[in-house]
């Protein structure tokens, strides 16, 4: 029996959040500040009071969910995990968990990633799209086959519960693939909101980016095991750890195999911590039999 805690990225925002940390915590409200200072603007204020808009600016989203969740998981009372994953940006705040980061060198990777990526998304533009109740194998083969067709970019980005899997590409690659796999029987493909073809290779520029502010970093080697998006499976050597994250910017999150690899070496308990309910929601459709709660 097992102990995991999983934290989330990009679309677990909202208005308001952290705002309890912050008015509740003296300890909560100096990291809110630090934040704020390492970002260069006032994070917490769009946090607090910013519209719905503003928190989907990709260079607000990523470090403000960082922010909240690396707060809520250092004001957990004895908070020791013997396991952990993040959901794409939530890999960061899982390595603040198991020390691999500090909270400031988190930070300030995060804040790098989240404008490169949206710079990256100017660059070349592309979207998103979710695939609801088709196999994965159905979806992997059709992205490579209109590839191989169209030349356009298509791949799948988000494996996020077994009937839900998220494709990234360019514009008009995800427009015919919706096509296609609704053609072959997905219930739904639909388009989302979001600012770019995030983990695809439309992505490069931003992981270049990234690299080199990687290799600058003083990475620690973890305190409990870290299942990467990328590989799915338990890391305990900060090379690797690097390494991963680096490539997660233009590869696939595999949520799914990442639970099922955490189930199977004996998590029992999930505790996602930060902001929204997300990843609880997919652990009960990925594994019925585990519990999982959370804490933001």
């Given at each position: 029996m097992k102990h995991a805690y999983v934290f989330?990225?990009?679309?677990?925002?909202f208005p308001g959040m952290g705002k309890n940390h912050y008015d509740q915590s003296a300890f909560a409200k100096?990291?809110?500040?630090?934040?704020?200072?390492?970002?260069?603007?006032?994070?917490?204020?769009?946090?607090?009071?910013?519209?719905?808009?503003?928190?989907?600016?990709?260079?607000?989203?990523?470090?403000?969910?960082?922010?909240?969740?690396?707060?809520?998981?250092?004001?957990?009372?004895?908070?020791?995990?013997?396991?952990?994953?993040?959901?794409s940006l939530?890999?960061?705040?899982?390595?603040?968990a198991n020390s691999v980061l500090s909270f400031e060198d988190g930070m300030r990777l995060v804040i790098i990633r989240s404008a490169a990526m949206q710079q990256a998304c100017i660059l070349n533009p592309g979207t998103m799209a979710a695939v609801l109740a088709l196999d994965d194998v159905q979806v992997e083969t059709i992205c490579k086959q209109l590839e191989k067709e169209t030349g356009e970019i298509l791949v799948p980005a988000n494996y996020n519960c077994p009937g839900q899997i998220v494709i990234s590409g360019?514009?008009?690659?995800?427009?015919?693939?919706?096509?296609?796999?609704?053609?072959?029987g997905a219930r739904r493909a639909v388009i989302l909101s979001v600012g770019g073809a995030f983990h695809s290779p439309l992505m490069e520029?931003?992981?270049?980016?990234?690299?080199?502010?990687?290799?600058k970093t003083t990475f620690y080697?973890?305190?409990?095991?870290?299942?990467?998006?990328?590989?799915?499976?338990?890391?305990?050597?900060?090379?690797?750890?690097?390494?991963?994250?680096?490539?997660?910017?233009?590869?696939p999150v595999r949520w799914t195999q990442s639970i099922v690899a955490m189930i199977k070496d004996g998590a029992t308990h999930f505790t996602e911590i930060g902001p929204g309910k997300v990843l609880q929601g997919l652990i009960a459709k990925i594994d019925k039999t585990v519990n999982a709660v959370g804490v933001n």
């Open positions: 989330p990225g990009q679309g677990s925002q100096k990291l809110f500040e630090q934040g704020n200072e390492i970002a260069g603007f006032r994070l917490s204020d769009i946090m607090f009071t910013g519209s719905e808009a503003d928190l989907k600016q990709t260079n607000v989203t990523q470090p403000a969910i960082f922010l909240h969740s690396v707060i809520a998981f250092k004001t957990v009372d004895n908070a020791r995990p013997e396991m952990v994953a993040g959901h939530g890999e960061f705040s899982a390595l603040v360019s514009l008009k690659g995800i427009e015919i693939g919706c096509e296609r796999l609704k053609a072959a520029p931003a992981r270049e980016e990234l690299k080199s502010a990687i290799e080697n973890p305190t409990c095991p870290v299942y990467q998006n990328i590989i799915a499976k338990a890391v305990l050597d900060k090379e690797e750890i690097k390494k991963n994250l680096i490539d997660q910017l233009t590869g």
